[in-house]
């Protein structure tokens, strides 16, 4: 079927929910950077103290959190969790690169 075979009505629908879609994707773009803006941060405040990159005990507790989450919201809790775990190893990515810019708690120029 070619586009112009669609019906309006139905075209109109799919219009409207691509519209709401494109405006959740904007906000989920927003809110993952600002997620790694935070995230930068920590990478910093680790680094300069000598911390661990990844923190198992508190991904454990964010995994069990948002998996409730997700149930509540009626969002498949496997997904959330594998969301989660691929955010979080590219912080860990970003966290290994800080530490290794950074030698004696100072950053390398
Ligand atoms: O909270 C931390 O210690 C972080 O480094 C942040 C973060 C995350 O992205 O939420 C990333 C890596 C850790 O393993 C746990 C959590």
Known sequence: MTDSEIDPAVRA???RLRDSIDNIDAAVVH???ERFKCTQQVGRLKAEHDLPPADPAREAQQIARLRRLAESAKLDPAFAEK???FIVAEVIRHHERI???TRG???QR
Do not use: I
């Open 83 to 85: 969301l989660l775990n």
């Open 105 to 107: 708690g100072q950053p």
């Open 13 to 15: 629908e799919l219009t």
């Open 99 to 101: 530490a290794g810019d």
């Open 31 to 33: 809110m993952l950077a």
